[in-house]
Structures are given as C-alpha cells and as structure tokens.
C-alpha cells in the first residue's frame, strides 16, 4: 500500500502599511542599514505601550473576505511568549482563540472541477527580527529593522494532497494579496514565507504524525520540502520506526529537511489576553465599507477573460499575474470598440512574443518602454490586413521602445500590398526559378505549391497578402 500525505499550510504576508503594526515606526526599512528602523515599543523598553495600526486592520479584513471567511464580530490580541535574541520583547503580539478572519476556502481550478482548499484561520500579528550568521564567525548579527512589521498569518486546514496543488494554492493567495494591494506578496524579499505541516498515513488508517517544515521562502521550495518529507517518512514508517512532532528546516543545497528543536505544545507559549489592547468590535458597516474598496479578484478576472475567449492556460496566466492583466485590460480598453484587437490574439503577442524579448534582455514589463495602446493598435493593424504578421514581428523591438506602430507602418510604406500586377510579376519569377516544383504541382501534388509560396512571400518583403498571393499562385498554376 502506498502513503497518502496530509499537508496544511501556513502562509506570512508581509502587509502593505506605512508604519509597523503597533507602533509609528515606519515600516519601508528596505535598503536601510540595520537597526535604523526601531523606536522604544519595537525594542521592548519599558512603559511602553502599542496602539493598533487600523491599516492593517482593514487590510486583514480586505484578505480575508477574498478568502471568503468570516470577518465579523470581536476579534482580540493575545500575548504569545517565547524566547528568542529577535524577539525584544520576549513575546509577540498575536491573536489565539479570536482571529480576524476565519472557516473561509479558496476554490482552485482543478481536471475533475473546482478543488477547495479551506481557510481555518487569518490572524494578525507583529514580525521578529532578522538573525545575520555570518560565515564561519563564533557569533550572530541581529538586524530589527523587521521586527513590529504587520503581518497576517493564514492557516489552513489539511486539504492540501501533494505538492502541485501546494504550489498552486500558493500562487493563488499570491495573486490575491497582490490584486489587493494587501501585500506585495515576494518570497524573494520576505514578504510571503511558509510553513508547512505534514504527515502521512496508508488509506484507511488513521493520520500520522505531523512535522512542521519552517520558514520556506520560495514555492519551488516548499513543493520539494512535501516531496522530500513525504518520502523520508514513508523510509522511516516502512523500516519500524516512528515521527515525531518535530520542527524541521529546509536545506536548499541539500534539497532535504533537517531538525531544528522538538515542537512546542500550545501550553509552552502560555497565552493570556494583551492587557494594553481592547477587544476590537467589527461592525457590519465597517465590513461593508472595507468591501466597497476591493478591486477584482484573480477568480473574478479569470473568469471575465475565459468569457472574453481566451483560453483556459492564457486567461490562468494572466488573471494570476498583476503586471500582466493591467496591461492586458489597458491595451483592450484603449481601443474603440470597432477596432479592438481579438482578445485570445492580443493574449498570445503579450505571452508570447512580448514575454520572449523582455526575457531577451532580462526585463521585467515595467521596465519596458512599451505602452498597452501600442501593441493593441499593433494587433489591431493585423486584424485589418493592414500588415502581416511578419512585418508585425519585425516591428515589435521598436514598437516596445516606445514607437507608435500605426506611424512606423506609414513612414516605412509597410502596408500589406494586394497590387496583383506586383505578386503576379513576383510569383512569374519564383515559377521561373523553380520549374520542377511547377511540374511537380502541375503533375497532381498540391501540396508542393508551398515551396513556391514562401519565395514569393519574399520577394514580397513579407508584405503580400498572403490570401491574395495563394489565390494568384493557384490561377498560375491552374489549380
């Protein structure tokens, strides 16, 4: 019998506020030297006193409704003590039986229909500080500039099966987060770290054992985490042994988990309610205000652009990636209806051609002079027959300088010509250069008229309409 892993995840965004979560410390510390963004509360100093950050309130509240959870009624902090050097204050604000948001799901695109993965809880919290351990040195470096900054913790509950659909899951909260504004969600600079929780069992068995994977900063990571854990336990369960409730890191040049400490219990953090901070009551107005500011969801715009025509893969790419649907929907919006590109043809110059020359020179969209008017106006010339798809290729470096396609066309004489004396005189030479793929059509072979096609298409500069020249070669060759 194989094993079946049971996987939750827990999710710390970074969120999107001026100043840190208690405090009016600002909260945009990077680039800075360490320690130049903490003040008294951040340090732990005595008489100090937090006041809630009501920005990151509304944002805890923004992400959860995307989450679809329930957000209403008391929610409180609770003091969660442990010790650690990045922890000045010897606990961490956070909030243990009374979340902000809670019993909400996230449906993700699935072979057989939607699959839920569901939300147990979203809960604010203030971060810790950063350990620098420098090679080799007989000591550590501590930098707070992180320490105070709001986050949200989301917890799910053990839906999660493998490690695709981890990723997946991943990037969707990604996508979420950033539409929002929430946070901008980059693994790569800290704002989006994740835990994993997973253990496994043989069907109809009881679960296993969890183990809890700390701290992984990328999703490719996480997905290799599940894969490694899942099969180290299988060896150990197969061989006698047994799990234990352990907390591991993850190796990324060993690509393979390790032991950090045995797992605390509940009771060793010792909750007890924050005595400086009241319950804080989340009225139904205040809900509905909140919602009023929420801009399209990922699922919302996936939705618009399958509707729109765009295939299943192309409108998944898009409504998952900020960047690219605000481009996308600027370009469509920036043409008048009678001259607005085909959606799935604008989608596929935008994936495709754009994407492969900003890979070319290592550029992300906004670092590209390109302006959405200018590739729709380009498609759009193709949708006309105004020019061909070649010379639309060959114009794209100077349309993503900046240059307007419709002027570049003009200054350049690259309209699609339909002159049937010119393609006539073209295609009376290609037939005269190639007389044995003229026997070999004349002879029954259609097919090899193709051979004929492209010199002439060609001699042409690419700007013959390709419908017009096929028609012409086929009354030449009396077809």
Known sequence: ?????????????????????????????????????????????????????????????????????????????????????????????????????????????????????????????????????????????LDLNRAGSALIEMVTEADITGPEQARAFLESVQAIAQALGVSDATPEEGKMRCDVNISIHKEGQPWGTKVEVKNLNSFRSVARAIEYEAARQARVLDAGGRITQDTLGWDEGGQKTFLMRTKEGEADYRYFPEPDLPPLDITPEWIAEVRAKMPELPAQKLERYRSAGVREADAQTLSLSVPLSRFYDEALASQPDTQKPDAQKLANWLLTDVAG??????????????????????????????????????????????????????????????????IDAAIDAAMQADPATVEKVRAGNAKAMNALFGPVMKAMGGQAKPEVVRERLTAKLGL
């Open 1 to 141: 019998m194989t094993y079946q892993a049971v996987i939750g995840l827990e999710v710390h965004l970074q969120l999107n506020t001026r100043s840190k979560i208690f405090s009016a410390c600002p909260a945009d510390y990077h680039g800075a030297g360490p320690n130049e963004f903490t003040d008294p509360y951040t340090l732990g100093l005595p008489g100090t006193l937090p006041t809630l950050n009501r920005r990151a309130v509304e944002l805890a509240m923004m992400f959860g409704l995307a989450l679809n959870c329930d957000v209403s009624g008391f929610t409180q902090f609770h003091r969660k003590n442990y010790f650690y050097p990045d922890a000045p204050k010897n606990f961490q604000l956070s909030q243990y039986d009374r979340p902000i948001a809670r019993d909400g799901h996230l449906d993700l695109p699935g072979k057989d229909g939607p699959e839920r993965i569901r939300i147990k809880r979203a809960h604010l919290e203030d971060d810790a500080g950063k350990l620098v351990h420098p090679t080799y040195a007989p000591y550590s470096l």
């Open 357 to 422: 020359h900003l890979a070319a020179q290592e550029k992300g969209l906004g670092e590209s002079d390109l302006k959405p008017a200018h590739l729709a106006a380009l498609v759009g010339l193709i949708d006309a027959g105004t020019i061909s798809g070649r010379v639309a290729k060959d114009l794209l470096p100077d349309v993503m300088a900046g240059h307007d396609p419709a002027r570049l066309v003009q200054e350049r004489g690259l309209s699609v010509v339909t002159d049937t004396a010119a």
